[in-house]
């Protein structure tokens, strides 16, 4: 079976974590993580592409990269890799998924200690033998601990969402295409856009359901047939996540979706608000208690209407006041009357360039915006004092500065409305200060600071290290502001409150990550956020000009967040957003 664009980008990003515990040069390294990046994001599979000659359509898999995906597809194997585990066992690699835990520290831990797992790595720093290596002492030791301890936690089989979707766009569409199938959604916690996924539930209303199992189970990425029935059927595939699929007649879609998508909580009260009226409540019909009469809904509208309520967004079926908002707004009403959507953005506020760990130019990035009808976009590369290869300087920033000019001159001579905006993502060191000086911060359009290392620092530290940042005059936005990384590392434990009330005080918007990887701010947190009347954006962190696509993740959080497109900076106009960042920091 040809290998899934999933197996071949986790394989190429095993490959650069073997080759940078082996310190090889970064340029090698990041050709490896881009091309997985972009063959884990492309529409079509790979094996396709690969049976039709055309893999240099795939961005960052250039010719080297092309013979090993030939490699693999003609053998199953690839002799570079196999050579690469010899040397790199397979458990010192594993190391690198600890929290902390880098490729120097990894080699560091391997070869002065023998640790070659991370059941070995956590004996090791039980003994305290850790401590003795330099630059780490006991506490770097116990925050490996730490990480460990957090690993485990999240070691419980659920998938983010970025990983799902994709997924159950692939087999929804497949599904669309089968004669007599009405209509096709994927349900559940998918449906409502949580932030991780135990499984994929599909529901599909047709007349006719034998071929639409049939063809459900002969989907590319099937791994294992769990149940096969008439109507219903359940497999688990190739990357273990389960996917059970439900056929019903269209006349009942309207109850069945509203019942399966959930949430458990919701679908209680919504049983107890339809038994207080005198009915009973399933996936099939609203039926009255006092005759066994029952009524069927083609559509989840009329199903809430009929209850006296308005429609609710997925997003919000979770039990936090929606069913309150929902009765009082009633059948026809909106729940939140200007919950943002994608089609209120007008810009995109973060994103990197090949200035620093980017791998597409200023005018790449502002094609692919203007192509999704944006009118203004700002570049935040990351400066120096992160470590990343290329981080902008004051010196290199003006360097930047005269590229975005000509692009704009170039984009006003071609007569399209756009505007590309010099900003910079500025690491927040660990006493607070930025890591550009005031000078230079003032010349940029707007400024946009971020944690990314130390966040593992006491709750009273890091909180102050956030506080003392925002006080700068020249922030405009706090990038994703915990700093985690789903399934992989916790966030930052700040006092949200605080950080909340000092942004809303200094007029300083706080980011919605919509990196699949991120996520941050969370839906709970930008809930609170918005409730305290701070200003929010919801960006990519896109490094190259595909990532812009992932907008949609950050539009599922804040949805859930209940966030109105007015507290969002870029919906708004760029004179706007312009006199805004001129207004609230000179």
């Known amino acids: 079976m040809p290998l899934s664009n999933q197996q071949l980008a986790d394989l190429f990003n095993d490959i650069a974590d073997r080759l940078e515990i082996q310190g090889e040069v970064v340029f090698k390294v990041r050709a490896y993580r881009t091309a997985a990046e972009n063959i884990a994001s492309h529409p079509r599979p790979l094996a396709e592409l690969w049976a039709e000659g055309k893999l240099d359509e795939v961005s960052g ?71 003795a290596l330099p630059r780490m002492g006991e506490r770097a030791e116990q925050s490996i601990l730490a990480g460990i301890d957090a690993l485990k936690r999240r070691a419980v089989g659920r998938f983010r969402l970025g990983d799902v979707r994709p997924l159950a766009e692939r087999l929804i569409a497949a599904l669309r295409a089968v004669p007599s199938v009405y209509a096709v959604e994927a349900a559940g916690s998918l449906r409502r856009g949580k932030e991780t996924i135990g499984d994929l539930d599909l529901l599909v209303a047709t007349d006719d359901p034998a071929p639409v199992i049939r063809a459900f189970l002969e989907q590319p990425g099937v791994a294992q047939v769990l149940a096969a029935g008439e109507t219903k059927a359940s497999v688990r595939l190739e990357n273990g996540l389960q996917v059970d699929i439900r056929a019903l007649s269209p006349r009942v879609w309207g109850t069945a979706l509203q019942y399966f998508t959930g949430s458990q909580q919701h679908n209680i009260r919504i049983r107890e608000i339809a038994q207080r009226q005198g009915f009973s409540l399933n996936e099939y019909a609203l039926t009255r208690l006092a005759d066994g009469a029952e009524e069927q809904f083609a559509d989840e509208a009329s199903l809430y209407a009929r209850l006296g309520m308005a429609w609710i967004p997925p997003e919000l079926r979770e039990d936090r006041g929606e069913i309150e908002a929902a009765l009082a707004a009633g059948p026809g009403g909106q729940v939140v009357p200007d919950l943002v959507a994608l089609a209120d953005l007008r810009g995109d506020l973060q994103m990197h360039t090949a200035w620093s760990d980017g791998t597409g130019d200023v005018m790449g990035m502002a094609r692919a915006a203007i192509a999704l009808g944006y009118e203004y976009i700002l570049i935040t590369d990351h400066t120096a004092g992160l470590g990343i290869a290329n981080g902008l300087t004051p010196s290199r920033l003006a360097d930047q500065r005269r590229e975005i000019d000509a692009v704009n001159a170039q984009l006003l001579r071609e007569g399209v409305r756009f505007r590309v905006l010099q900003g910079a993502e500025v690491e927040v060191r660990s006493d607070g200060s930025l890591d550009l000086p005031d000078e230079a911060l003032a010349q940029l359009d707007l400024v946009q600071i971020a944690l990314h290392t130390g966040l593992n620092q006491p709750r009273e530290k890091i909180t102050a290290r956030v506080l003392r940042a925002l006080e700068n005059p020249f922030v405009h936005i706090l990038g994703h502001p915990s700093g985690r990384l789903l399934n992989e590392r916790d966030g930052a434990d700040c006092d949200w409150e605080a950080v909340f009330q000092a942004a809303k005080a200094r007029g300083v918007a706080l980011e919605i990550n919509s990196d699949p990887a991120r996520l941050d701010l969370s839906d709970v947190l930008a809930r609170r956020a918005a409730e305290l009347g701070c200003w929010l954006s919801i960006s990519t962190d896109a490094h190259a000009p595909e990532g812009l696509s992932s907008i949609t993740y950050g539009i599922t959080v804040a949805r859930r967040a209940w966030v109105p497109a007015r507290q969002v900076i870029n919906t708004w106009p760029l004179e706007r957003l312009l006199a805004w960042a001129r207004r609230t920091h000179t």
């Not at 790199?88 to 080699?107: E, F, N, T, W």
């Not at 391997?110 to 070995?120: T, Y």
């Open 61 to 131: 898999v250039g010719k080297e990269i092309a013979k090993k995906i030939d490699e693999l597809m003609r053998t199953g194997q690839l002799a570079f890799y196999e050579r690469l585990r010899a040397e790199v066992p397979d458990g010192v690699a594993a190391l690198l998924r600890v929290p902390g835990v880098g490729p120097k520290r990894a080699k560091e831990f391997w070869e002065k200690l023998g640790v070659d797992s991370i059941e070995a790595l956590e004996a090791a720093a039980r003994a305290g033998k850790l401590r």
